[in-house]
């Protein structure tokens, strides 16, 4: 049974940092892993999707990547705003069939002081 | 807009009231779900569907209804509420019915059931 996990469970830092986000899945049978935003009185936000056949996947400051064989990804977040704090989530997808269902980790909440 | 959107946003009703949470899509997706987000358990799939009159029971379906009459449309319908369905409800759609596009999810709805 895939099981996601999402370390640490909360984050505090000063703005200008680099930061990095981790992601475990126990079943390395996977077809994409997707990271999303939640934000507090907001749905969630997809940010990155890496494809089980990619490596990492860049958008603006954020880079995940993703080793399929240890079970892991990362989101780095550069030189962190304090708009970046939310809630981020990773969720993996390893249904061989037309069922989207992901599996999710509990997230990491992040919070970036001014 | 490309858009998800549910509605109400927020809803309190009492045991046994039927209950309906609207959900619409304006991207002419093909594939649509339902989530319950509850603390310390993450994001879990009640009910999925994969085009219009093909709907499917995701992992925690017990008290719910779904029905696609319409592609944009998936309303989930809650005959008789109990406490034990207070959480958020996440209404997501996506383009294709493989797992290799992402999810886009609407606002969400919380829902407290007394």
């Known amino acids: 049974k895939q099981e996601v996990t999402q370390i640490p469970a909360a984050l505090s830092v000063p703005e200008g940092e680099n930061l990095v986000l981790n992601c475990s899945f126990t079943?390395?049978?996977?077809?994409?892993l997707q990271w999303f935003r939640q934000d507090p009185g907001k749905g969630l936000t997809s940010l990155l999707l890496?494809?089980?056949s990619q490596r990492e996947q860049t958008s603006g400051r954020l880079n995940a990547s993703l080793d399929k064989s240890s079970g892991r990804s990362t989101l780095y977040i550069a030189a962190s705003q304090p708009g970046d704090s939310a809630t981020y989530l990773c969720?993996?997808?390893?249904?061989?069939?037309?069922?989207?269902?992901?599996?999710w980790g509990l997230g990491t909440s992040l919070a970036v002081n001014p | 807009e490309a858009q998800v959107t549910q509605n109400p946003r927020y809803l309190i009703t009492v045991t046994g009231k039927k209950l309906t949470v609207t959900c619409s899509q304006n991207m002419n997706h093909e594939y649509m779900s339902w989530y319950r987000q509850d603390p310390g358990l993450g994001l879990r799939q009640i009910y999925y569907?994969?085009?219009?009159?093909?709907?499917d029971k995701g992992d925690v379906p017990e008290g719910y209804k779904v029905s696609r009459k319409e592609k944009r449309n998936f309303p989930l319908i809650l005959e008789s509420p109990s406490p034990n369905q207070t959480s958020l409800y996440f209404c997501?759609?996506?383009?294709?019915?493989?797992?290799?596009?992402?999810?886009?999810f609407g606002n969400g709805t919380r829902l407290t059931v007394t």
């Open positions: 969720a993996v997808n390893g249904d061989a069939g037309n069922n989207r269902k992901l599996i």
């Open positions: 079943d390395s049978a996977i077809y994409n």
């Open positions: 997501a759609s996506s383009a294709r019915q493989g797992p290799y596009s992402p999810l886009h």
């Open positions: 890496i494809q089980s």
């Open positions: 569907s994969m085009n219009v009159e093909v709907t």
